[in-house]
């Protein structure tokens, strides 16, 4: 049995240009509504990467400056551990007050000293020699370069004592006191002789009128000049020792 069709091809066609407009409608209405979400999400997206973006600027502001800051500091600390290691280096390590003060302790009135003389000297080596050894006080614009340069690091000072005493026995007694003191060690005399000194003395003479007269008169006495050369004792033998050992 054969169906008949009596709507006409212009209906059927009418109709099948409806459906596919409401199609394409609904599919640019569907690509409409993507498009805002897409919108919406990108705006949003841009927004928090900008807001992102501000705060890391801000943070690498503020790492620059405090990444300069460290790097001043650390310039600062580095040049204030050089000048530490050349005060080291030139540190005498020595109280001058205080070996001066042992020094007006052990000496009596029967002794009087003309020099004392204070000389950095490098300790020995295996062999015995001394490498290198110059004056603590050096005369201002004076040349430091090559030999007479002074010493510095690890030194050790010799202490020359020049004077005369009343007596022999006196030069004795010092040389006794300066071992037996704990600021100097290794005390060795280098000379003592006897020397002839004229002192001038004056005699007042009282006359019958009442008055005074100072007569002078010149006098040979007879002192022992002498010369003492010691080391302070300011350092420690072993551990110069294990230094040269290291150095060598």
């Known amino acids: ?4 069709d009596f ?6 066609s009418g109709r099948r240009r409806q459906v596919s ?3 394409q ?3 640019l209405g569907g690509i409409f509504v993507v498009m805002i979400v897409w919108n919406f999400v990108a705006t949003h997206s841009i927004a ?3 807001a992102e973006l501000k705060q890391m600027s801000a943070m690498t502001s503020s790492t620059e400056s405090t990444s300069q800051e460290f790097a001043r500091v650390k310039d600062l600390l580095h040049a204030a551990a050089e000048k530490a290691n050349i005060l080291k280096e030139i540190d005498s390590k020595i109280d001058v007050a205080g070996v001066l003060a042992e020094m007006s302790f052990l000496i009596d009135n029967r002794i009087i000293l003309s020099k004392v003389e204070f000389s950095a000297e490098r300790f020995a080596d295996k062999q015995g020699a001394n490498v290198n050894s110059g004056s603590v006080v050096r005369v201002a614009g004076s040349n430091f370069a090559g030999q007479g340069a002074p010493p510095v690091g690890d030194v050790r000072f010799k202490v020359v004592i020049n004077g005369v005493a009343a007596d022999a026995s006196d030069v004795a007694a010092l040389i006794c006191k300066l071992e037996n003191s704990p600021y100097f060690c290794q005390v060795v005399p ?3 002789r006897n020397a002839e000194v004229k002192v001038k003395t004056n005699i007042i003479v009282d006359l019958p009128s009442a008055n005074k007269s100072v007569l002078r008169s010149t006098e040979n006495l007879v002192l022992s000049e002498f010369e003492i050369s010691c080391y302070l004792a300011n350092y420690s033998e072993l551990i110069i020792a294990n230094r040269l050992q290291s150095v060598i």
């Open 48 to 50: 928090r990467t900008e």
């Open 25 to 27: 409608y609904i599919a």
């Open 21 to 23: 407009v409401r199609r």
């Open 7 to 12: 709507l006409p091809e212009w209906y059927k």
């Open 190 to 192: 280098s000379f003592s």
């Open 1 to 4: 049995m054969k169906e008949i």
